[in-house]
């Protein structure tokens, strides 16, 4: 996302909407901008937009890069399970990887074991594609380190993942 | 992100799903669970379930919870101005807002300065119903910081208002 000059000022957050980018109003939020919910809200959806602009490079969504990542990681994964894995629905999921299909990125096979379900893989092409989107991801969490720090990225990711585990 | 697939064996939580109460699975999620977005998701989830966990005692969404804050603190307001600072589009809010005013908890008055646009008010009721819905606001905020630890709180804080800023 666009980094904007007067975050130097003491809060301006406190005044601005949610989505970044969107104009600074004069509404008083009141105790809402110091409420977590709200606070991990906001850096999610200003971090997502980062990562999404940065993934448009080769042509993915941030779902698509995960369930690229998954499929290559657990070659054979059953439609099902990968959904489960992910928090997918599976009526989201379908046409996703259609897509994935036709861009010759991923594969259905039948499965081996169970004819009634298919086995999942990645193509040539969508390993190809993935080590490109894998290095544009480093530099977006480059560019997250960079506004954290070294300590700070460390100590965020114990922060989330002990509020992940509520 | 570095992938490295074998990192995971070392903690456990890398092989769970994303949705807390959600059954392990030995799917290998790979780089993801060690990438920020996908930790701030899964935080952002947990939090946000305690969070309408919480509320559900006084009947409200954490939408509607927003939405009766700003009210109260800019009373008057429209309804434009008021999604604009929440980040809410305008056809979600208008069925929202309806059943805001049918439990009686706010109302729309014709603005004295524009009468093509309403102004937003609290009712009685709605100001008694937030006070009721504030204090269980601050046992929910009381169980994060239980998790975190009063400098982990505000360690978070900080590191969450520069990504937002980002």
């Known amino acids: 996302m666009a980094a904007r000059g007067k975050s130097a000022r003491r809060k301006p957050a406190v005044r601005k909407a949610t989505r970044p980018g969107t104009v600074a109003s004069n509404v008083d939020l009141g105790s809402l901008p110091a409420a977590l919910g709200y606070l991990l809200r906001r ?60 861009r010759g990125l991923a594969q259905r096979r039948p499965s081996p074991a169970d004819h009634r379900r298919y086995a999942l893989h990645l193509t040539a092409r969508g390993a190809a594609l993935l080590r490109r989107a894998r290095a544009l991801h480093r530099s977006h969490e480059a560019r997250l380190v960079a506004r954290l720090g070294t300590r700070g990225r460390a100590a965020l990711t114990r922060l989330l993942q002990a509020l992940a585990n509520l």
């Open 43 to 102: 850096a999610q959806v200003a971090v997502f937009a980062d990562f999404i602009a940065t993934l448009d490079g080769v042509g993915l969504r941030p779902g698509q890069y995960s369930v690229l990542i998954v499929i290559e990681g657990n070659p054979g994964l059953s439609q099902r399970e990968l959904c489960a894995a992910l928090d997918i629905q599976e009526a989201n999921f379908v046409p996703m990887m259609n897509g994935l299909v036709r």
